[in-house]
């Protein structure tokens, strides 16, 4: 158990639907972080928050949005879906001063 | 483009002898490289790490050798276990630069250890 929580586990919706994943990371880790897996694809690295506010951006679609809320906890918010946007994905979070990232399980997204 | 690369898809070998799995990067900024392993229907879980300062890092049965001119490095685990059996990602990031600690990763390798 890495200790980072995501919710949902499994989500199955509609094209041109929005849904919300939500990840709460490990207990004092400051840095969350959101990445996506597509079948036979590595992890791609979406954004990272820190403390609150947004650190860094990778390949995030303008149809997705992100946020760290007081509580650490984050949401990742994906809209419009399309049929590629199904994929795992993986939020993890960080203390910052080691270089691991410890993630949770994932969520399953299938876009029909 | 494609930071981080793994080029065999998938690694089969026989219980009690070595695997071998590589990794090449193309950004030299990268200073700190980490394996995962993952497990289906888990996430990535952290095996083992090194900076850029070592060319070794040993942790019981696993150790990852560093090559940087090459910009090279490996993931070797003697004995496999069958327990072993799973994706190894390779991951790299800019750390010690001061940027983000975001970490990249390449696609992955399917590890099969068979007994």
């Known amino acids: 158990d890495s200790g980072v929580t995501q919710t949902p586990k499994h989500l199955i919706t509609a094209t041109g639907q929005r849904v919300t994943l939500r990840c709460s990371p490990r207990s004092g880790d400051l840095s969350v972080y959101w990445y996506q897996q597509s079948l036979d694809q590595g992890l791609q690295f979406l954004i990272q928050?820190?403390?609150?506010?947004?650190?860094a951006k990778g390949n995030i679609l303008e149809r997705f949005s992100a946020q760290q809320f007081p509580d650490l906890h984050s949401e990742l918010n994906l809209s419009s879906l399309e049929l590629g946007d199904s994929a795992l994905y993986f939020c993890?979070?960080?203390?910052?001063?080691?270089?691991?990232?410890?993630f949770g399980e994932g969520s399953r997204l299938t876009v029909l | 483009d494609q930071q981080v690369k793994q080029n065999s898809p998938s690694l089969s070998v026989q219980e009690g002898r070595i695997s071998i799995l590589n990794c090449d990067y193309t950004n030299s900024m990268f200073d700190y490289f980490l394996w995962y392993k993952k497990y289906p229907a888990e996430g990535p879980t952290f095996l083992i790490s090194?900076?850029?300062?070592?060319d070794k890092n040993e942790d019981g049965r696993f150790t990852v050798f560093l090559n940087k001119s090459a910009k090279h490095l490996s993931l070797h685990i003697v004995p496999s276990q069958p327990g072993d059996s799973a994706v190894y990602f390779c991951a790299a990031s800019a750390w010690a630069q001061g940027g983000s600690e975001k970490l990249v990763f390449g696609k992955g390798t399917k590890l099969t250890v068979n007994p």
């Open positions: 090194i900076s850029s300062i070592k």
């Open positions: 993890a979070s960080s203390e910052g001063n080691t270089g691991e990232l410890f």
């Open positions: 928050y820190y403390n609150g506010e947004e650190r």
